[in-house]
């Protein structure tokens, strides 16, 4: 069991510090709980209770009192670890990680095609004895080595065994790229016909028996536009016969 310490008086201007500090609230948790500890203990509570009060290890409480009675404030808000906590994955784990998230699962023999971030850290543990980190921990070192998921932008494969084959022959039925843009530019390149407007009965318009400027598509123009623009020709040529 600890041993019972008592709290030496304050010497000049500790009072006032410690009382300017408990109201600092930049401070980090660590160094605002150091002074909680002093403060309480002064008030009368046993370092235990202070420590069950703050929320701290008994053995935290205990230690930094008996510095303060050693050295006053002086070390209360210097960090135990300045350099962090250390890393539990070496440089042959993070380059496992990676040699890993880089492949696809079937290289690895696992069934399934794309990997999650559960099952990569799944395989990790038991497979290759990688230490025990959560997923989350795994995705922020593959997003620092700029390793990121990417999604299947191509079809899935098939178990049939005449796949390939009757993928060259559907390839094979459909027309290239050469047809295509030939095909395009004789539609764009062509030349419509004049369509004389039908005189029409009921009031006399400006632009009876006037010629219809042609509609001619430029090489810029696609297929599509082409067409559009060839409808109200074509619905002018058609209500000329039905009168």
């Not at 930049?26 to 929320?55: C, E, T």
């Not at 906590?85 to 023999?109: F, M, W």
């Not at 095909?183 to 030349?191: A, D, H, K």
Request: glycine share 4%; aromatic share 10%; charged share 20%.
């Amino acid at each position: 069991m600890p041993k019972r310490l008592q709290l030496r008086p304050f010497h000049r201007g500790e009072r006032v510090l410690l009382q300017a500090k408990l109201c600092d609230r930049k401070l980090p948790a660590w160094a605002m709980h150091r002074y909680q500890i002093i403060s309480l203990v002064r008030k009368g509570y046993s370092p235990f209770k202070a420590a069950h009060l703050i929320g701290c290890s008994a053995k935290a409480a205990y230690l930094w009192l008996e510095r303060f009675n050693a050295s006053g404030f002086t070390g209360f808000e210097q960090s135990s670890h300045p350099e962090g906590r250390p890393s539990e994955l070496s440089r042959c784990d993070l380059n496992l990680l990676y040699h890993i998230a880089q492949k696809r699962p079937t290289d690895v023999g696992l069934p399934f095609t794309q990997w999650s971030m559960t099952k990569l850290h799944a395989y990790l543990v038991k497979q290759r004895r990688f230490p025990k980190v959560s997923p989350e921990w795994l995705r922020r070192l593959l997003h620092r080595a700029k390793i990121s998921w990417q999604r299947t932008k191509t079809w899935k494969q098939s178990h049939d065994p005449q796949f390939k084959a009757k993928k060259s022959v559907f390839w094979h039925c459909m027309p290239n790229d050469r047809n295509v843009g030939s095909s395009s530019v004789t539609i764009n390149l062509v030349r419509w016909n004049y369509a004389p407007l039908r005189a029409r009965a009921g009031h006399a318009i400006g632009i009876r028996n006037e010629i219809v400027q042609p509609i001619r598509a430029n090489a810029g123009s696609n297929s599509c536009m082409a067409f559009m623009m060839c409808i109200p020709t074509a619905w002018s040529v058609v209500c000329a016969n039905t009168k």
